[in-house]
Nanobody
Framework: HVQLVESGGGSVQAGGSLRLSCAAS????????MGWFRQAPGKEREGVAG????????FYADSMRGRFTISQDSAKNTVFLQMRALKPEDTGIYYC?????????????????WGQGTQVTVS
């Protein structure tokens, strides 16, 4: 069983930056995929970025590419989401999630474990 805890959210002015963290604990060995999702107020949750734990390969939703960067510290079982040039439309709850295969992309039903989310507010 994997536990995921997000942190690093907060309030920031448009144009600012935030770095979100997702710490994984429990069964964290082996290759698995970590994904970041977000849910804006009144909208469906959408995928942001993902990364293979062992290989480091990453992928992004087209609309997130360029301003958002996913990375990891494997030794600390932590995945990061660096967000730059933030816009008000980036406001929402950001979740990290884990699945066994990054080939699932952003198919939420394939992600077994989810964190509780961290709020990001851009004004």
């Amino acid at each position: 069983h994997v536990q995921l805890v997000e942190s690093g959210g907060g309030s920031v002015q448009a144009g600012g930056s935030l770095r979100l963290s997702c710490a994984a604990s429990g069964y964290t060995t082996g290759n698995y995929c970590m994904g970041w999702f977000r849910q804006a107020p009144g909208k469906e949750r959408e995928g942001v970025a993902g990364i293979y734990r062992n290989m480091g390969n990453n992928f992004y939703a087209d609309s997130m590419r360029g301003r958002f960067t996913i990375s990891q510290d494997s030794a600390k079982n932590t995945v990061f989401l660096q967000m730059r040039a933030l816009k008000p439309e980036d406001t929402g709850i950001y979740y990290c999630a884990a699945t066994v295969n990054c080939g699932f992309g952003f198919r939420e039903e394939r992600y077994t474990y989810w964190g509780q989310g961290t709020q990001v507010t851009v004004s």
